[in-house]
């Protein structure tokens, strides 16, 4: 496995996810204005006013879980894929006795033939223990001991 590609590969993987939530989110906020436009055309009463309170709520909803999802794009953009720690924090992968991580953004398990990455935030409980530990330190998460390999 090439390194600097891999993690160029890890890197897009996260991008990907963000840009795919952040197009999602979108529609879903552009479906809710479409039902708000609708709700006022139709007729008045306490069920329209109940309507259009739900889809308000869910309008709000989607505007908290749209800047989220933007936070991930800003997270993403201090990231240079190319750069090789020596320590693990943002835009690190590392691989330690229990799995391979990369620090970036929670985007979930990425697979690659027979590698497996969890892409995580360094604000996750495991991020947090991880971070600013080199090669050959352990740290403990949910009772078992876990050794760094490697970072790149």
Do not use: W
């Amino acid at each position: 496995m090439n390194q600097p590609i891999f993690k160029e590969t890890l890197f897009q993987f996260c991008l990907s996810f963000a840009k795919g939530r952040i197009s999602r989110i979108q529609a879903s906020l552009s479906d809710v204005r479409i039902s708000l436009e609708s709700e006022d055309k139709s007729s008045a009463g306490d069920k329209h006013e109940t309507g259009r309170a739900m889809l308000q709520l869910e309008q709000e909803k989607l505007g908290q879980q749209l800047a989220e999802a933007q936070k991930m794009l800003d997270i993403l953009d201090k990231i240079n894929p190319k750069t090789v720690h020596t320590t693990i924090g943002l835009g690190a992968f590392a691989t330690t006795t229990m799995a391979n991580y990369f620090l970036a953004v929670s985007a979930g398990e990425f697979k690659q033939n027979e590698e497996r990455v969890y892409c995580i935030s360094i604000s996750t409980p495991i991020g947090q223990l991880l971070l600013g530990k080199s090669v050959g330190d352990t740290v403990v998460f949910n009772g078992a001991e876990i050794k760094i390999l490697k970072i790149l």
